[in-house]
């Protein structure tokens, strides 16, 4: 089998995809939001497309399209950026698992390709309602994401700084892989390159303004589109063994 794209197929192929057993939908869940001079606002969202459907090829589930807007107000002082309220997006994810569990789905891999979105997706699913034989997955930990990079970033030789968390080198070195044609490399500039953690908490807090003229967290100058395959390969691998790990800790198939 190979991964179905939701929005392509009609009603019955769907209804008899799902009879057949094909019970697994990813959902993507990314952004529109600033990424620096070089990036476009869609990177996460494309991260959601391109990730989304390579896990769905995994798991030989469906791929619902990628919700594009995310929890992004940390980025609203730059131009473009399209940002959902927490509470919004939590029902826009519950109403999502609704629609799905309603037709069958017996597992529903909620997939934030954004890091603002990894928490508000775990508030989400913590409060939804139980649903009869329906396991929802999410990862409500940024945490997920940066295991995933950082390792595959020190065996290139990129430092944490470098790498950043925000249109540095690994996110540029990933759209190069995915969209090189959408990258602006010649406009491509540090940002913070400061104490990491500390970075981290005033970016989500006060606002990527505040550390980051140019919206960049990390300098994007040594990506690479092999570097950002690389980095693509392993967050699949990461997010495909966690999410047979979580299906088997509740025993589903
Ligand atoms: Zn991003």
């Known amino acids: 089998m190979t991964a179905l794209r939701l ?3 009609t009603w019955p192929q769907v209804r008899a995809e799902i009879d057949a057993g094909r019970q697994t939908v990813v959902v993507p869940f990314g952004a ?12 996460d ?3 959601g497309d391109e990730i989304g459907w390579a896990l769905a090829e995994r798991l030989d589930a469906f791929l619902a399209p990628t919700v594009r807007a995310g929890c992004s107000s940390h980025h609203l002082a730059f131009a473009g950026t399209i940002s959902l309220r927490e509470e919004t997006f939590r029902q826009v994810a519950a109403d999502i698992v609704a629609s799905l569990a309603q037709h069958g789905f017996k597992r529903i891999v909620l997939l ?32 997920v994401l940066l295991g995933a990079i950082l390792p595959v970033a ?18 540029t070195s990933m759209v190069l892989a995915l969209r090189p044609e959408l990258v602006h490399m010649d406009r491509g500039e540090a940002g913070y390159v400061g104490d990491l953690m500390a970075g981290v908490q005033r970016f989500f807090q006060e606002g990527v303004h505040t550390i980051s003229e140019n919206g960049v967290f990390g ?9 950002g395959r690389q980095y693509i390969d392993h967050i699949v ?10 299906s088997q800790r509740s025993g589903a198939a």
């Not at 775990?122 to 945490?143: C, R, Y």
């Not at 300098?219 to 570097?227: G, K, M, Q």
Request: no cysteine; charged share 20%; aromatic share 4%.
């Open 45 to 47: 969202a494309l991260f």
């Open 154 to 171: 020190s065996s290139l030789g990129i430092t944490p700084q470098e790498g950043g968390v925000h249109a540095g080198e690994w996110e």
């Open 32 to 43: 529109v939001e600033q990424h620096g001079p070089h990036l476009p606002l869609g990177t």
């Open 7 to 9: 929005e392509e197929l």
């Open 112 to 143: 934030p390709t954004h890091g603002g979105n990894f928490r508000p997706l775990g508030e989400a699913v913590a409060q939804m309602p139980p649903l009869d034989g329906v396991q929802v997955i999410t990862f409500p930990d940024v945490s």
């Open 219 to 227: 300098d994007p100058r040594r990506a690479s589109e092999a570097a």
């Open 237 to 246: 691998d990461v997010i495909a063994a966690m999410v047979d790990a979580q």
